[in-house]
């Protein structure tokens, strides 16, 4: 019973979660397993608000940022907190791309590109609650054509399922009516020694990957794939996420800090491409996915704020692995393609193991 309701303590209320917006109601859903896991989900921005997990001293820990209350995200639909981002997480060169010869324009949210689908993306839309059972939620989005200039009518599904083997698995699956882009990923913000206890420079990191892709000074992919060997994107043996983030690097510059998507190894069952522990909690988080590429950001540019509402994240509080394709892929035709055409089904997992030193 103590620790059900230490549990609990930690736990929004699902009553700050209620809304009613267009016919559709919000609301936060809680799902737990045997394996120890309690995790809160909002279908506003199909989004992981929090996460709890036992530390290795047995004590429960919420390892994921965010706020308290549906205001928190829907007055800051800049921060990303925890959802779901679409249609397209990261960035995209000038807001426009081609398809079959024709030139798509889309929302050009950020100093002239477009930035996770642009200025109404999946982060501030009301998903549908199709099914929830103890341990898992799946939830339905229809993005209709012409959607912040993204051609198609793109129908979506995503589902959250705490596992017995310690895991959150994230699915994504999607099909379209027109030739479109997709990619998707979670923006979840995570501090394994717990959430609000300082910051994730002393975090040992591991990263199973030989290339990065670099980024020029607005933070977009230089079309280049670079080997990690010598420079300080090497995590292939763990070293704490601060002990090379201010070298006079260019790259490091560029992203002011970690910003920069690392070469996955498409391996979604055996393999994990990133592995991130706690120095204090014990708490490890292994991460498996599907997609090509993984994006680390150690939140450089997280910006506290007294609001109304609150805002007390500030600059490193908490790092994000966007488990997705290649930012700027429509215009970089040595990327891996993006493209999703009608009768093509889209299909994207990752999946994060929890487990304690």
Known sequence: MRMNQAIANLLPDPKNFELSDGGKNAGLFLLRNNAGLTAAIANFGARLVSLVVLDKSHQPLNVVLGFDNIL?????????????????????????????????????????????????????????????????????????????????????????????????????????????VINLTNHSYFNLNGRGNGNILDHLLQINSDFFLPVDSGALPTGKIEPVEGTPFDFRKAMTIGSRINDDNLQLK??????????????????????????????????????????????????????????????????????????????????????????QNFTSRTWYKLSCE
């Open 72 to 180: 928190g995200y829907r007055q800051r639909p800049g921060s990303y907190f925890g959802a779901t981002i679409g249609r397209y997480a990261g960035r995209i060169s000038r807001g426009e791309f081609k398809i079959d010869g024709r030139i798509i324009n889309v929302d050009r949210n950020e100093s002239g590109n477009c930035l996770h689908g642009g200025y109404n993306g999946f982060d501030l839309k009301l998903f549908d609650v199709d099914e929830v059972g103890a341990d898992r939620i799946t939830m339905r989005l229809l993005s209709k054509d012409g959607e912040c200039g993204f051609p198609g009518n793109l129908n979506l599904k995503v589902t959250y399922t705490l596992t017995e083997d310690k895991g959150l698995e994230i699915c994504y699956e999607a099909v379209t009516d027109r030739s479109t």
């Open 254 to 343: 560029h992203g002011k800090g970690y910003n920069h998507s690392f070469v996955s190894g498409n391996d979604v069952q055996n393999t994990p491409v990133m592995r991130v522990t706690g120095e204090r909690s014990g708490i490890i988080m292994e991460t498996f996915t599907n997609e090509p590429a993984v994006h680390f950001y150690s939140g450089n540019e997280m910006e506290p704020s007294a609001g109304p509402p609150e805002n007390p994240w500030g600059p490193r509080s908490g790092f994000a692995i966007e488990t997705q394709h290649f930012p700027d892929s429509p215009n970089q035709p040595d990327f891996p393609s993006t493209l999703l055409t009608p009768g």
